[in-house]
RNA sequence: GGUUGUUUAGCUCAGUUGGUUAGAGCGCAUCGUUCACAUCGAUGAGGUCGGGGGUUCGAGUCCCUUAACAACCACCA
């Protein structure tokens, strides 16, 4: 044995583990019948994104192969399935920076065309990604790896959405969605990211009263004046009209409750199309809607001319100039409030009503709410469960369609020629010149259908438009049939992901990887997507399968540098888990990952600490070269460490006492998710129980200390392997032949017992 | 505006159900190279456990209050 452990010999291990198949779980020939006789212990590995190499966080997965390895030793079925998920806004995104730097946009190219090369560029990196996961040792089952962009997953998905169509769950419906016209696509309410902004209050003359806005730029789409009904000072007003300044048009004084009379003048502009509570306030008084923005971001023709074809900052500051001009601008005031931003690019969203699809999300989120209530699933940490019950409580309908590209194609289908007119259509025609209009405006033009769907970038159907759940079905009802140009939110995709990898069939054959795994027993993921993803996964699983998807939910942390701040490129604090892998060994890497961290708490990652680790494994390999010297003194051929008499010598007793205690909590730690307690307790008997005393001790000693000492090593080892598992495979192979009972491998060995 | 978390040695952090002189790693000081390991060993310095109050025979650990910091959620002009 060499004098340090040396980690390159890791890669060979894993090939050695993977090439054995104990990674790869057996599915009995009756699944349903021995599910009930022994339950295999599942988890599905949160996917990461194709886009880009694996970070320090990925390098957290060590916390689940901990657990599977744990119960692949304890002798349970064990299954960890893994995947990559398509990441779509995320991907699209990476990928439009790349476009960017070879100078090009993705209006540049057609939808299938720009499709395609996002999907080749994803294909280089999930080879990237799946190579470092089995250097950081991680003992997935690659035979069952997944893609959420492979067929039959998207299949699933789409009869998912088919069954709640047809259920009324999902509907379509033009209201008011967070709009990044950079981005060019609605979010979610938990994609928007609040920031405080200094601005104005603005004090503006609306003939009889004055209102006071942080947002003049929308008083083009003004459709009202809202008042509170107890207010003395515009009781004379409600009912009547007043006439909108600039635009010279009469609009309504409504009474409202939600009002605050004490707030700026007491009376509010209405702006239905560009403001969530408007909007609400306008379904409400059945006010019209104006919207005066389109989804590139510029004002439209719903507005005087002379203010037509500029961004809201340009038109709020010519708005502002022209009412100071006639005298309308009675006062500024400084203003700090609120504003939402799109957390992938940081600009201002703009709430713009447009025709998007929607999960109708209550029903789904009340039982999704009873179950994490009764505790059918536990999350852990437990303050995660109040978090996440309060979401659940008053959560809105979620926006589910995305105007990307890189995504799941929603699956609805119109018939264009139909209703000619409900159609905005964009494309890219033979001559690259892209083209924009309805229906009838474009054939005008003499483009054919063909050209139209082999060039089409995007379409955007008025809610009233007639739609298909298929495209054969369409067919039967017109010729020229498109289909829908949005793509599913990601989530809508990843939240069905634990039932779909293991082949859950919307007919009900389902596969027997389905029947005896699911549902799976640990979902562990950073708490910073316990909304987007955690609690969409309930909401489907139950609403797909009548079952919880897992039955623990274990929320980690987030790994930080070593003084505790976020990493970040910018920041230039990342530490990459490669580059820390190959210098001090992924064991190093893993354990500084876990070693005295408090459940849920952030992880301070330095390569110090890292350092330390990769000590201990030294430590680890150099007490065993001491213990295969003494060997070495001995005659026998084997020895038989499973019955040794530990009674002989007090320093015996010592060491195998702590060692049953530390079996003990060890097992106890692991089964109740404190990784942090049971690696230091490891780290601590094995360094100074182990090797500073009790070696030292039996260090007088003939070759009588030899089954001791060779019994404790062992059991330590095998505590540790799901830690580290490359050290201590790398020594048990070391060992293995002079032991008179052992496995091949000590991955596949037993747990400890006392 | 609402919620949650954090505050323990110079630094980064452990400390589950309250119980003897409060721990680790790194760093620091002194010493030690005879054959497991200098990626080592021995010894040591260093903490009124954010402040205040309370419960208790006993509190870092439970309760109240206060301060600082952090994060999450949020359609008020």
């Known amino acids: ?69 744990f119960h692949r030793m304890l002798g349970d079925p064990t299954l960890w399935l893994p995947g990559t998920d398509h990441a779509g806004i995320e991907t699209q995104f990476v990928f439009e920076k790349y476009l960017q730097k070879q100078g090009k946009s993705r209006f540049d190219y057609d939808r299938q065309t720009l499709f395609k090369m996002i999907f080749d560029y994803v294909n280089q990196n999930r080879d990237v990604a799946k190579n470092q996961m089995k250097r950081l040792g991680f003992s997935l089952d690659w035979t069952r790896e997944k893609f959420t962009m492979d067929q039959d997953h998207i299949g699933r998905v789409y009869s998912v959405f088919r069954k709640m169509v047809d259920e009324g769950l999902i509907y379509r419906d033009e209201k008011i969605v967070n709009y990044c016209t950079f981005c060019g696509t609605a979010f979610s309410n ?68 939600s009002i605050d009379p004490e707030f700026g003048t007491g009376a509010v502009k209405v702006t239905p199309s560009h403001s969530p509570e408007d909007y609400d306030m306008a379904k409400k008084h059945h006010l019209e809607f104006i919207r005066i923005f389109d989804y590139d971001g510029k004002s439209n023709d719903n507005v005087p001319k002379k203010y037509r074809g500029f961004y809201p900052k340009e038109v709020r500051q010519m708005l502002l100039d022209d009412l100071q001009a006639q005298g309308l601008l009675l006062k500024t005031e400084d203003y700090t409030h609120e504003v ?43 303050r995660f469960k109040k978090s996440y019950l309060t979401w659940m409580k008053d959560v809105r309908d979620w926006p589910i369609s995305r105007q ?15 209703e000619p007119t409900k159609f905005d259509l964009t494309f890219i025609d033979k001559k690259g010149q892209t083209v924009h209009g309805n229906w009838f405006q474009i054939c005008d033009q003499g483009y054919s259908y063909d050209e139209i769907k082999l060039g089409l970038q995007s379409l955007i159907a008025d809610t009233a438009a007639k739609y298909y759940l298929s495209e054969e079905e369409a067919k039967k009802h017109g010729s020229f049939v498109l289909q829908e140009t949005d793509t599913f939110d990601t989530w809508f995709s990843s939240g069905q992901w634990p039932y779909s990898t293991l082949g859950w069939d919307p ?248």
């Open 404 to 418: 990307i590209v890189w995504g799941h194609q929603i699956p609805v289908w119109y018939c264009v020629d139909n």
């Open 1 to 69: 044995m060499d004098k340090t452990y040396n980690p390159s010999q890791e890669s060979a291990i894993y090939d050695q583990w993977e090439k054995s198949g104990i990674f790869t779980p057996v599915v009995p020939k009756n699944p349903v019948q021995s599910r009930l006789d022994k339950e295999p212990f599942t988890i599905i590995l949160p996917p990461p994104n194709a886009n880009n190499p694996l970070h320090a966080g990925h390098a957290l997965y060590t916390v689940e192969d901990t657990m599977v390895r």
């Open 190 to 257: 938990l994609e928007v990211e609040h920031k405080t902004v200094n601005s104005h209050l603005w004090y503006i003359k609306y003939g009889p009263l004055t209102v006071a806005t942080t947002r003049p730029e929308t008083m083009l789409g003004d459709t009202a004046v809202a008042v509170n009904p107890k207010d003395q000072r515009y009781q004379d007003l409600v009912g009547k009209t007043i006439t909108l300044p600039l635009v010279n048009k009469e609009i309504p004084v409504i009474a409202e409750e």
């Open 507 to 754: 007919e009900g054959h389902h596969s027997p990887d389905f029947e005896y795994f699911y549902p799976t027993t640990v979902l562990d993921t950073m708490w910073d997507i316990l909304f987007f993803w955690v609690a969409r996964m309930i909401m489907f699983g139950i609403y797909t399968t009548g079952q919880i998807p897992f039955k623990v939910a274990h929320m980690h942390s987030r790994v930080t540098d070593s003084k505790g701040q976020k990493m970040s490129k910018s920041k230039g604090n990342v530490i990459d888990p490669l580059t820390m892998s190959d210098k001090y060994g992924a064991d190093a890497l893993r354990m500084a990952l876990v070693i005295g961290v408090a459940p849920g708490s952030d992880i301070s990652l330095s390569e110090d600490k890292i350092r330390a680790q990769r000590n201990f494994v030294n430590k680890i390999w150099n007490a065993s070269r001491f213990v295969l010297m003494k060997v070495e003194q001995l005659e026998a051929h084997s020895i038989d460490i499973e019955n040794i008499d530990s009674n002989k010598y007090p320093e015996d007793k010592e060491i195998t006492t702590k060692l049953n205690a530390l079996i003990e909590s060890t097992t106890n730690n692991i089964n109740t998710y404190r990784f942090g307690q049971a690696s230091e307790d490891l780290y601590q008997f094995f360094w100074k129980s182990y090797c500073d005393v009790y070696i030292e001790a039996t260090k007088n000693r003939g070759v009588d200390a030899v089954p001791v000492l060779l019994h404790v090593l062992v059991t330590s080892l095998k505590l540790m392997h799901p830690f580290i598992p490359f050290v201590t495979e790398a020594v048990y192979q070391q060992i293995r032949p002079i032991l008179k009972q052992s496995d091949e491998l000590i991955a596949s060995s037993g747990w400890p017992k006392n």
């Open 340 to 382: 939402g931003h799109c957390y992938k690019c940081g600009r201002p969203i703009e709430p713009i009503t447009a025709p998007q699809w929607f999960v109708k999300i209550k029903p789904l989120a009340d039982k999704a709410e009873e179950v994490v209530k009764k505790d059918e699933i536990l999350i852990f940490p437990k």
